[in-house]
């Protein structure tokens, strides 16, 4: 106990730095996720702009990127990391990598809910006229907004995951926090203090994420 409290400024500091990745992945992986999403979900067969080319391109991407193990794909995208960010290591290397990786794992969340949509009532928008950009974002995306959320939600607890393993190029957290004070130092106090502060992370945003998911699907 008197080692977690002569660390406890690095502790809180370790606290901020997972919540800072976990904002800046989310904010980079919502908008390309959705994107992506959206892009398999419309250029399908039988989709609202179908385009067989496309869809088949996008298809592999998402599914020879999203097999890939984190720990592996984090050091495999150093050199591309460097060249947006301007470093591989840091906070916010491993922030721009758990948001590419996220990316294709959104991609395919907002695909499924969107596709899992009543066909009736996409046809009925069809028969009223709507246009494909119409339909999408005045029916598909509101049909499928409760599920959305809750899939959102359990990325952002995979991001908080993917933080721990940020450590490993330099981009420290509550994982490498717990990694460098408790395990390699044998610390269990320090260690487990690190856990339940992650684990009391992914609780709130499960809470909050189920909630407001609850609230949008009474409407």
Avoid: C, K
């Avoid at 904002?23 to 390309?32: D, E, N, P, R, S």
């Avoid at 496309?54 to 591309?80: D, G, K, M, T, Y």
């Avoid at 996409?122 to 959320?149: D, S």
């Amino acid at each position: 106990m008197d080692r977690l409290i002569e660390l406890l400024p690095d502790f809180w500091q370790a606290a901020l730095e997972t919540l800072y990745m976990t904002t800046f992945a989310l904010a980079m992986a919502g908008v390309i996720g959705t994107l992506i999403g959206i892009g398999l979900y419309v250029t399908r067969p039988g989709g609202l702009l179908p385009n067989r080319p496309v869809s088949i391109l996008i298809s592999f991407l998402v599914n020879f990127i999203r097999p890939i193990p984190f720990v592996i794909f984090i050091a495999v995208l150093q050199p591309f990391t460097r060249i947006v960010i301007g470093t591989g290591i840091g906070i916010n290397a491993g922030a721009f990598a758990i948001g590419v990786a996220a990316s294709f794992a959104i991609g395919r969340i907002v695909e499924q809910h969107l596709v899992s949509v009543s066909p009736g009532v996409i046809e009925a928008a069809r028969a009223m006229g709507a246009g494909p950009w119409r339909i999408l974002f005045t029916v598909a995306m509101p049909e499928a907004l409760g599920p959305l959320i809750l899939g959102y939600t359990f990325i952002v607890v995979a991001l908080i995951d993917m933080t721990a393993m940020a450590g490993l190029v330099g981009g420290g957290g509550l994982g490498a926090f717990a990694q460098v004070y408790g395990f390699r130092q044998f610390e269990p106090v320090v260690m487990w203090a690190a856990i339940i502060l992650i684990v009391v992370f992914v609780h709130l945003v499960q809470t909050f994420g189920t909630w407001l998911a609850r609230r949008i699907m009474r409407r």
